[in-house]
């Protein structure tokens, strides 16, 4: 029996997960369907037609909510995929507030970029709309944690715990009469204070390993003092902290960590902004998921209590016109749109101020190019000057680095029959399949965009 698995985005970058099996009987089943982002060659991607026709896909599989593995699902959607979505309940609620969003947000930088004239295409239009979006979670079918779930006769399904952020899920797939093939997803960190470990997985014939930290270790430092430092300093000076965060996952976690610092005095009293509808939203239903996460209600409550929530865009407006000190928490983490977008414009040239980032900044994205020390980025057709401070708290990532990687895959009973190394940059893949190689012993690669290869 041969299943074939193909590449159809994930690899050679952090973006645009999406992995097809054909499987005998000529069923298809795509796990994750995440959107492109970052280099404007990955975008592209976005508006090409699908490898395969959308309505032969049977169902997809999806590991977790955020874009670069849900993302793509409306347009599916709406190009003929008539499957279930498969996925855990809490990645199903927060894929409830992020695909409309981001369909919302598609058609509001088109609607801005019409107005302003400064689209290339006339008009601008969006990859999808909200409409899409909602259209799409009529499809959503949850599975818990642990569940063994027939997808079609002769193939399983099984979530287990990847821990990174919220109903994260390690996806098992076994074949009757044919191989088992694990997808980690994207790999948590163990010993979070909020979210759960990532499960140890003894067996799989086949595997797809994440790779986004394969090259590298995390920064050792607490990240509570770092936090402190940091927005005691911008104070001192009187200026605002803005955080570019993830909406859904990094949010939360600021707001555990701010919460601690508040209560033990380790920050001035600064007013705290959390200012995304998602972000609020997922807040919300993180408190809901108990069984997703580590946090008592307790801790959940107190938590998501240490921000005033901003939803009204008058408010979030007034935010960039008050002069006092401030931390503001708003997406998206990597600054590639949202209503961070409109702050940048207003307190990076402004060197009282500081641009926290919050974790991985993918290549191409305005995150990334400041991070890197760049000393103006292009926001809205204009560019922007960067003189505040920019830092980036790359120990609050969740996702594992090499090291801890490597500790995950040592609790395999037998080798996998071969691991292909995904979801990471060209020099962080390659970096993980040596260690792979070398230190386990075991057949690994880092596949092609576009591969296709057979698994006997």
Known sequence: MTVKLSFLGGVGTVTGSKFLLDLPGGRRILVDCGLFQGFKQLRLRNWAPFPVEPASIDAVVLTHAHLDHSGYLPLLVRNGFKGPVLCTSATQDLCGILLPDSGHLQERDAEYANRHGFSKHKPALPLYTAADAVAALAQFRPVEFGQEHRIAPGLTLRFLPAGHILGAAIAELVVQ???RIVFSGDLGRPGSPTMLDPAPIRHADYLLVESTYGDRRHDPRDVEEVLAEIITR???RGGTVLIPAFAVGRAQTLLFHLHRLKMTRRIPDLPIFLDSPMAVDASEITCRHPEAHRLTQQECHQSCSVARYVRDVEESKALDATPFPKVIISASGMATGGRVLHHLKVFAPDRRNTILFSGFQAGGTRGAAMVAGADSVK???????????VA?????????????????????AVPPRMTFVTHGEPAASDALRHRIEEELGWACRVPEHGETVELA
């Not at 926001?379 to 003189?387: A, K, L, M, S």
């Open 177 to 179: 009469g044919g191989p």
């Open 234 to 236: 911008t104070a001192a």
């Open 379 to 389: 926001i809205h057709g204009h560019y922007v000057p960067v003189r505040a401070e």
């Open 392 to 412: 980036n708290l790359s120990m609050l990532s969740a996702h594992a680095d090499a090291e801890e990687v490597m500790t995950w895959l040592r609790g395999f």
